[in-house]
């Protein structure tokens, strides 16, 4: 299988995106998305690069999964975390190096960058991804997550 070839996403890549979050959402935790608002999320960051940005993986030409990244902000290590979120990966070319590629990808920027490391969360439940991100060398880390949701 052919090297997936990694580009930032563009405003082209927003129907994709939306299919692909929604996809994500049932997959992982049977959650049914809001399309219309998830839409206005994912254009939200392509017109505010403050917010982060999508990669989009292809190949062949044919967009083949995502992702996208955001920051959080160490005061402790005066410098910026990247999140790895939104991962989708198409069925198709799952097993295949996609993600892997994805993650060099945003490896390499962020180490350009100067962030001081890279953090995802995963579904307590979601065991191949679990043994995906350790194989890649992330490491489970010491912090459970907690939240306040809706506001």
């Given at each position: 299988?052919?090297?997936?070839?990694?580009?930032?996403?563009?405003?082209?890549?927003?129907?994709?995106?939306?299919?692909?979050?929604?996809?994500?959402?049932?997959?992982?935790?049977?959650?049914?998305?809001?399309?219309?608002?998830?839409?206005?999320?994912?254009?939200?960051?392509?017109?505010?690069?403050?917010?982060?940005?999508?990669?989009?993986?292809?190949?062949?030409?044919?967009?083949?999964g995502s992702l996208l990244v955001t920051y959080e902000w160490s005061d402790w290590r005066c410098g910026d975390f990247w999140w790895i979120q939104s991962v989708y990966i198409a069925p198709e070319a799952r097993r295949?190096?996609?993600?892997?590629?994805?993650?060099?990808?945003?490896?390499?920027?962020?180490?350009?960058?100067?962030?001081?490391?890279?953090?995802?969360?995963?579904?307590?439940?979601?065991?191949?991804?679990?043994?995906?991100?350790?194989?890649?060398?992330?490491?489970?880390?010491?912090?459970?997550?907690?939240?306040?949701?809706?506001?």
């Open positions: 299988m052919s090297l997936a070839k990694i580009r930032p996403a563009n405003a082209v890549d927003i129907p994709h995106l939306v299919r692909w979050n929604a996809a994500m959402a049932w997959e992982t935790e049977a959650k049914r998305l809001d399309l219309a608002v998830l839409e206005r999320g994912v254009a939200a960051v392509l017109d505010e690069t403050r917010r982060g940005f999508y990669l989009i993986a292809e190949r062949a030409g044919d967009a083949v295949g190096g996609v993600f892997r590629a994805l993650y060099a990808d945003v490896a390499e920027r962020a180490r350009a960058a100067g962030a001081v490391g890279l953090r995802l969360y995963v579904e307590t439940e979601n065991q191949r991804a679990q043994a995906t991100y350790a194989g890649l060398g992330m490491q489970r880390c010491h912090y459970l997550m907690y939240e306040a949701s809706p506001l």
